[in-house]
Nanobody
Framework: VQLQASGGGLVQAGGSLRLSCAASGPTFSRYSMGWFRQAPGKAREFVAAINRSGGTAYQDSVKGRFTISRDNGMKTMYLQMNSLRPEETAVYYC????????????????????WGPGTLVTVSS
């Protein structure tokens, strides 16, 4: 599968953005999906994940502000980000791994084997 993230941009602190991750190929519904981010000078970190049956997981700092979702018909995953903070300025990456239906949301970077090129989110103070 090939992934393409979009929707990044410049937003003021407290604002919102919605990221999209479009996937190629006919079997999107067979993939667990996730969002990660990498801030300047820092390691890439987990943000949110959604499994094949719609189960979700979030990094503690984004709970209640970010919502991950997927549309299998559109072969697209989304990340709605509200109340953005300057420290969340980063390149946001989407990731995918084919899994069986019963697998929960994948939260570790090394659990994914497909990655998109990332989209930059800049939150100004």
């Amino acid at each position: 599968v090939q992934l393409q993230a979009s929707g990044g941009g410049l937003v003021q602190a407290g604002g919102s953005l919605r990221l999209s991750c479009a996937a190629s190929g006919p079997t999107f519904s067979r993939y667990s999906m996730g969002w990660f981010r990498q801030a300047p000078g820092k390691a890439r970190e987990f943000v949110a994940a959604i499994n094949r049956s719609g189960g979700t997981a979030y990094q503690d700092s984004v709970k209640g502000r970010f919502t991950i979702s997927r549309d299998n018909g559109m072969k697209t995953m989304y990340l709605q980000m509200n109340s953005l903070r300057p420290e969340e300025t980063a390149v946001y990456y989407c990731a995918a791994r084919a899994t069986i239906l019963s697998v929960g949301p994948l939260t570790a970077e090394n659990e994914y084997n497909y990655w998109g090129p990332g989209t930059l989110v800049t939150v100004s103070s």
